[in-house]
């Protein structure tokens, strides 16, 4: 049984919106928000799926998430500044699934406000991520090549699957 969590929000005590396996590391990845911010994905729980070992990683906040080959995980960014009222910077990024740091840009969007990406897929074969921006796009995680794969959003059709 997988129990409530501490910290979480009041009004939803996991917090938990899904859970993830990397065949890679043998884990189970499971984000977690701990506030109702917008993009909140803020912890990272990793449970080694031979000893039940749970080990808590901090990261920034996300929208989504995907795992990616050899442990590495990618992430939907969008940070907002308050102070000038406004979103500097909207795009996928690549996250150290060890600590949380960021690792690098994979894409960013020039117009931040739009499209409005909440769900990412990552497809273990071609090293691409596929995502909806009102036509599906493609970019490869290793050499940032983007392609358009359709001309009419089907996505939904792919969400929440990882293709391993």
């Given at each position: 049984?997988?129990?409530?969590?501490?910290?979480?929000?009041?009004?939803?005590?996991?917090?938990?919106?899904?859970?993830?396996?990397?065949?890679?590391?043998?884990?189970?990845?499971?984000?977690?928000?701990?506030?109702?911010?917008?993009?909140?994905?803020?912890?990272?729980?990793?449970?080694?799926?031979?000893?039940?070992?749970?080990?808590?990683?901090?990261?920034?906040?996300?929208?989504?998430?995907?795992l990616g080959r050899?442990?590495?995980?990618?992430?939907?960014?969008?940070?907002?500044?308050?102070?000038?009222?406004?979103?500097?910077?909207?795009?996928?990024?690549?996250?150290?699934?060890?600590?949380?740091?960021?690792?690098?840009?994979?894409?960013?969007?020039?117009?931040?406000?739009?499209?409005?990406?909440?769900?990412?897929?990552?497809?273990?074969?071609?090293?691409?991520?596929?995502?909806?921006?009102?036509?599906?796009?493609?970019?490869?995680?290793?050499?940032?090549?983007?392609?358009?794969?359709?001309?009419?959003?089907?996505?939904?059709?792919?969400?929440?699957?990882?293709?391993?």
């Amino acid at each position: 049984v997988f129990e409530a969590l501490d910290n979480a929000p009041s009004n939803d005590k996991t917090g938990v919106s899904s859970i993830y396996y990397s065949f890679d590391t043998n884990e189970l990845i499971i984000p977690r928000r701990t506030s109702f911010l917008s993009g909140a994905i803020d912890d990272l729980i990793k449970i080694d799926a031979n000893s039940g070992a749970k080990k808590i990683i901090k990261i920034n906040h996300y929208e989504d998430i995907t795992l990616g080959r050899n442990g590495r995980l990618f992430a939907v960014k969008k940070t907002y500044d308050p102070n000038l009222g406004e979103i500097t910077f909207y795009g996928i990024v690549e996250v150290n699934i060890n600590n949380g740091d960021e690792i690098d840009i994979i894409k960013e969007f020039e117009n931040t406000g739009s499209p409005s990406v909440s769900d990412i897929i990552f497809f273990s074969e071609t090293n691409d991520i596929l995502l909806d921006i009102g036509n599906l796009l493609k970019i490869n995680v290793d050499t940032k090549n983007e392609s358009i794969i359709s001309n009419s959003s089907n996505f939904y059709n792919y969400r929440s699957v990882n293709i391993y």
